[in-house]
């Protein structure tokens, strides 16, 4: 919740000041916020829905009017990922609803407390994971990420791939693990192999691309499965580091989008052949790459930031109950840091060309969400508990349900209400 | 109450942009004003427990608002076969 109000802030601190069209983009920034607070406040399923549409119409107008030149395709693949993952989580929460065995309720606190048939159980997760799979999202219902996170104005990508996107990983918290239980835990050697195979492909996709935004994007997607190996292993670890990887990661990806958008704007471009030598002191952007330094850093894992405290958490909580898919994503970790350094190498270093380096400096003004955010993901680094102190109450209940290393502890009472954090 | 601030913060100020001039710089401003009044009414609410935001009547209310407005689409269509 704070996350989402946070990369919010940044992102309307982050908007051009010469916006098109300011009062219909900030109305749509801010109907995007409204639908992500209502889903991460809900403590009713149908409630959620109605909050997780309210974040496809307007996400969907601000890449449709504001976006790239190819910003109507990635629209439109937008709005039909987005409304397949929308039916999905409908028709899975009626489901839920009627199915419940207390009658027709839809509060959290009821769904959690009936368990349903494991055969009842695994269908409602097959939607419920296409429907928050959609929107994380993971390999192979990515479709619509790299290309609408390329066309997407920054202030938008920030938005979705900093907080709408965590949004899928809540869902699969949320409906997978905390409904239903028995389904996950069968299903948990497929979600770990995805995730697994969303961290190495997002990883090698990124060393290959030539677009800074579909690097970040790519990036985005490998994080992303190591998000759902660490929902998979559902160990009492690995759910902190669920919730630790959504709050870091939110933040480094907002600020790599970010200081994308910022170097886009100032030089023109964002094709990495095209830049080089833009840490020169006099005529580069030195203040944005630096700041890019550490963003890539964080990304790749390195102490002291935040990254490394989630990946940390993530790997060591999977490592118990999932060993393979684990050094998977430690591998695609590594290859996190080879497209950074290749990023940087290239951008950063070289030549700078007379011809075309003229380019204004950044502002203060412009730097300030920059600036933001690279200090929060310094200090959720230096400070671990920033980040587990919150989550640790919260999903050890589910751990004792779910996860098969904690049977020793299934006696332990049923969830009666709903554990998670607003 | 304090949640609730964090849902109609943003609806209230995504409303009352609309009312506001094209050109004005107040369009930027508010926009800030109103992401940064939620970011610290959200920091206010850091150790409230989510139960106390109840919103069950909004699914209710949605759901009843859709059951009239289709009765009334069918009344609408009926009078106009006739």
């Known amino acids: ?422 | 109450m304090t949640l609730l601030l964090l849902l109609l913060i943003p609806l209230l100020a995504a409303c009352g942009l609309q009312l506001l001039p094209v050109a004005s710089p107040w369009v930027r401003r508010t926009a800030q004003a109103a992401a940064l009044a939620q970011l610290a009414t959200g920091l206010l609410a850091w150790r409230q427990p989510p139960a106390d935001l109840s919103l069950s009547w909004l699914p209710k209310l949605g759901l009843r608002l859709w059951i009239w407005g289709s009765m009334a689409s069918a009344c609408r269509w009926c009078c106009w076969r006739r």
């Open chain 1, 1 to 422: 919740m704070l996350l989402a109000a946070l990369i919010t802030a940044m992102a309307v601190l982050a908007t051009p000041l010469q916006q098109v069209r300011p009062r219909l983009f900030y109305g749509l920034l801010l109907a995007t916020n409204l639908g992500l607070m209502g889903s991460f406040l809900a403590r009713n399923a149908l409630l959620f829905v109605l909050a997780y549409e309210l974040i496809l119409i307007p996400t969907t107008l601000l890449v449709a009017i504001w976006g790239g030149e190819r910003r109507a395709g990635a629209a439109i693949r937008f709005l039909i990922y987005g409304a397949v993952s929308g039916i999905a989580l409908l028709s899975a929460v009626l489901a839920f609803g009627w199915l419940n065995p207390g009658g027709v309720d839809f509060s959290f606190a009821a769904l959690a407390h009936h368990a349903l048939p494991p055969d009842q159980q695994r269908i409602l997760l097959a939607l419920v994971l296409l429907a928050f799979g959609l929107k994380l999202p993971v390999v192979p219902l990515h479709g619509w990420q790299p290309l609408t996170y390329s066309q997407a104005p920054t202030p938008v990508a920030m938005l979705l791939s900093g907080a709408v996107s965590k949004l899928g990983a809540y869902g699969l918290l949320r409906f997978g693990i905390g409904f239903l239980p028995d389904a996950w835990s069968d299903w948990s050697p497929w979600i770990a192999a995805i995730g697994a195979v969303s961290a190495i492909y997002g990883a090698l996709n990124a060393i290959a691309q030539l677009d800074m935004r579909r690097l970040v994007a790519y990036s985005s997607l490998g994080h992303m499965g190591f998000l759902l190996l660490a929902l998979a292993a559902a160990t009492p670890l690995s759910l902190q580091g669920v919730m630790a990887q959504i709050l870091a990661h939110g933040l480094i990806i907002a600020l790599l989008f970010c200081l994308v958008g910022l170097v886009e704007t100032k030089t023109g471009t964002a094709q990495i052949p095209e830049l080089s030598g833009l840490l020169n002191a006099q005529r580069g952007l030195p203040f944005t790459m630096g700041l890019m330094l550490l963003a890539l850093m964080a990304a790749a894992g390195v102490p002291g930031q935040a990254g490394f405290v989630a990946e940390l958490l993530v790997f060591e909580g999977s490592w118990v109950a999932y060993p393979i898919p684990t050094l998977v994503c430690l591998l695609s970790s590594g290859f996190t840091a080879v497209y950074a350094v290749r990023l940087f190498n290239r951008v950063g270093f070289g030549r700078l060309d007379n011809a075309t380096a003229n380019w204004a400096s950044t502002t203060w003004m412009e730097r300030a969400p920059a600036l933001v955010l690279t200090a929060l993901v310094v200090v959720g680094g230096i400070w671990p508990t920033l980040l587990t102190g919150l989550s640790e109450t919260a999903t050890a209940p589910l751990a004792l349900r779910s996860s098969d290393a904690v049977t020793v502890i299934a006696s332990a009472a049923p969830l009666t209400s709903s554990p998670l954090p607003a």
